[in-house]
């Protein structure tokens, strides 16, 4: 199944992800673990907008809503404060030698690294 065709709805009671046909989603549904139904508000677009990033801190995994990114949340671990500001700016940072710790092994997002060689 394609995912543009389809949308991932956690089931509130085990919270099993479950894609669902967009043509379903009016529809009633079951989880596909624990066969509860998922309710109607369960199904309301833009809920389950999360982003996972990594504490600079302790590197454990964090959960954050996508309506509360640019606020500051604290670690769910060591509670330390994630910064979440600049993490969905859209723009290109330079990698140097002197910032590629701080930049690219400390960075709490997945990092994608484009090198090139002028020779």
């Known amino acids: 199944m394609e995912q543009a065709n389809s949308q991932i709805i956690r089931c509130p009671g085990c919270g099993a992800k479950?894609?669902?046909?967009?043509d379903k989603i009016e529809a009633?549904?079951?989880?596909?673990?624990?066969?509860?139904?998922?309710q109607a508000e369960d199904r309301k677009p833009g809920w389950f907008d999360t982003y996972t990033i990594?504490?600079?801190?302790?590197?454990a995994k964090n959960r954050i809503p996508a309506d509360k990114i640019g606020e500051t949340a604290k670690c769910?671990?060591?509670?330390?404060?994630?910064?979440?500001?600049?993490?969905?700016?859209g723009k290109s940072?330079?990698?140097?030698?002197?910032?590629?710790?701080?930049?690219?092994?400390?960075?709490?997002l997945p990092v994608l690294l484009y090198c090139w060689s002028p020779g």
């Open 18 to 22: 479950n894609r669902i046909p967009t």
């Open 28 to 38: 009633t549904v079951k989880c596909g673990k624990c066969h509860k139904p998922l």
């Open 54 to 59: 990594r504490c600079a801190a302790c590197r």
């Open 76 to 89: 769910g671990k060591c509670k330390s404060p994630l910064e979440t500001a600049g993490l969905l700016n």
């Open 93 to 108: 940072v330079m990698v140097t030698d002197s910032n590629f710790d701080g930049k690219v092994i400390n960075s709490p």
